[in-house]
């Protein structure tokens, strides 16, 4: 089994920043094959926002590139989400997701509400 626990979250101004984190432990962390983040607003489905595809292979939603940014540190199975010039239809719920190929099964997070006032 993996849990992801994730952290970062808050309440921000506009064009403000903040930094999510989320590491993964257990077992089978061995078996993750991607790590990423999704999100959900109120009343919305949850949205991929930015995720790695492979080591270096990155992809995010057209509504953040140029603002956030993902990263990943292997050696602490964890991945990091750099939100930069936040704006208010940033709120959501942001959550962790690691991926496993061979199955398609999905890991998540609990989630981490991010608030961006104006």
């Known amino acids: 089994q993996v849990q992801l626990v994730e952290s970062g979250g808050g309440l921000v101004q506009a064009g403000g920043s903040l930094r999510l984190s989320c590491t993964a432990s257990?077992?089978?962390?061995?078996?993750?094959?991607?790590m990423g983040w999704y999100r959900q607003a109120t009343g919305k489905q949850r949205e991929l926002v930015a995720t790695?595809?492979?080591?270096?292979?990155?992809a995010y939603a057209d509504s953040v590139k140029g603002r956030f940014t993902i990263s990943r540190d292997y050696a602490k199975n964890s991945v990091y989400l750099q939100m930069n010039s936040l704006k208010p239809e940033d709120t959501a719920v942001y959550y962790c997701?690691?991926?496993?190929?061979?199955?398609?099964?999905?890991?998540w997070g609990q989630g981490t509400q991010v608030t961006v006032s104006s």
């Open positions: 257990g077992r089978s962390t061995g078996s993750i094959d991607a």
């Open positions: 790695f595809r492979g080591p270096t292979v990155t």
């Open positions: 997701n690691a991926k496993r190929y061979y199955d398609h099964y999905d890991y």
